[in-house]
Each structure stands twice: as structure tokens, then as C-alpha cells.
């Protein structure tokens, strides 16, 4: 069974400018989270869909962060402008049932 | 809001010893509490997954245990190797995963 994949695993940006990551979960999951890690922190949730629709996006930050599933299925999300504390790491995770599937992340750097 | 602490922030032990790691969380309404792994520059891997009715999961050298009243969690790693150097993280899930900061264990050889 293939993992969730992501791309790309490393992007260095100055601040201002925009990026977008891609991930696409394990075929069937229909729950698909991005997470936002920085470093010596755990994973924080920044939106989490149910097929195509949003169940929780309360930890976005709107006026600079956008994401979208595609038909339920691929994921990118977007960050424009960027901003210093913005450098993290990305990760997707898709969940059938309670267990969680990591992808490897993007890691961020926003200089 | 739910809170997640995991206590140490890091640990050093010589291989083969028996060791235990911590996770407490401040409201006990959870569905599971699960423990991931981190390796450096990768993703979350599943350890081992607690249903709120269970006490304890076990799967080879690990053995997690939940007492969802006192609002704890431990991590028994049996014989350790230093192939177990990784951080380890728990989350609690009630309406969302809510994750600690994990511990970052290095086995000496």
C-alpha cells in the first residue's frame, strides 16, 4: 500500500513570497489534515477535510494560508505572503477509521 | 482546550535498559490516545493506538498504557536498541488530535 506522498520535501523562500505544497493521501482515506510543525514543537492542526469539505480550518491563518482537496482526493496548500515564522515543517496525514498515515513533510524555510 | 505534556523532553539510556515515557493531558474526554514516532526529517509513524476503554496495548517491546481519569499515558519500551533513537510523541484525540512535544530518546550503544 503506497503512503501519503508529499512534494517538495525541501523549499527555501524569502519572506513575501508565496509557496504551495501538494500531498496526496492513501487511496480511500477520505480525511486529509495539514499540520504545521516547528521545530521542538509537536504537530499543530491547520485544517482538516472530510472528502471535499472543511471540517476544521479554526487554526488557519486566513489571511495568508489557503488550502483545497481536489474531487476528495489530492491537496495542496498555499501560503502567500510568507512570513519568518512560517519556517516549519509541512505535514499531510490521511486517517481511515482513528489511525493517522504521515507523509514525510515539506520543510520550510522563509528567510 | 485540551493540553498535551510529555515529560522528559529528552532521555539518554544504555542499550538494553527498560525505560518509560510520559503523557499527561488536561481534559480526560478523548476517543484514543495514540503514540507516534519521529525520526529526523520524516514523518509521524504509529506506534500503538488506546481506545478510551482500554487500559493498555502492547505490540513486541512497547507496551502503552491509559488511565483516562488521572489524565496519563506511558510508553514502556522493554530492552532498548539503538535502533529505538527517535523522538516519540502522543496525541489525544477528542475533536481533533491534540499533540505533546514529544521526547527525544537516544539509546547509547
Known amino acids: 500500500e503506497a503512503g501519503v506522498a508529499q512534494s517538495p520535501r525541501y523549499k527555501i523562500i524569502e519572506k513575501r513570497q508565496s509557496v504551495a505544497f501538494w500531498c496526496n493521501p492513501i487511496?480511500?482515506?477520505?480525511?486529509l489534515y495539514w499540520y504545521q510543525q516547528i521545530l521542538g514543537q509537536g504537530p499543530k492542526l491547520l485544517i482538516q477535510?472530510?472528502?471535499?469539505?472543511?471540517?476544521?480550518d479554526s487554526q488557519l491563518p486566513k489571511d495568508r494560508f489557503s488550502a483545497e482537496r481536489l474531487k476528495g482526493v489530492d491537496s495542496t496548500l498555499k501560503i502567500q505572503p510568507a512570513k519568518l515564522e512560517d519556517s516549519a515543517v509541512y505535514l499531510c496525514a490521511s486517517s481511515f477509521g482513528e489511525q493517522l498515515f504521515f507523509g514525510s513533510g515539506t520543510q520550510l524555510s522563509v528567510l | 482546550k485540551q493540553e498535551v505534556t510529555q515529560i522528559p523532553a529528552a532521555l539518554s539510556v544504555p542499550e538494553g535498559e527498560n525505560l518509560v515515557l510520559n503523557c499527561s493531558f488536561t481534559d480526560s474526554a478523548i476517543y484514543n490516545l495514540q503514540w507516534f514516532r519521529q525520526d529526523p526529517g520524516k514523518g509521524l509513524t504509529s506506534l500503538l493506538l488506546?481506545?478510551?476503554?482500554?487500559r493498555e496495548q502492547t505490540s513486541g517491546r512497547l507496551n502503552a498504557s491509559l488511565d483516562k481519569s488521572s489524565g496519563r499515558s506511558t510508553l514502556y519500551i522493554a530492552a532498548s536498541q539503538p535502533g529505538d533513537s527517535a523522538t516519540y510523541l502522543c496525541a489525544a484525540q477528542g475533536n481533533q488530535f491534540y499533540f505533546g512535544t514529544g521526547t527525544s530518546l537516544t539509546v547509547i550503544p
Open positions: 487511496s480511500g482515506h477520505a480525511t
Open positions: 477535510f472530510q472528502n471535499n469539505g472543511v471540517v476544521d
Open positions: 488506546i481506545q478510551s476503554s482500554q
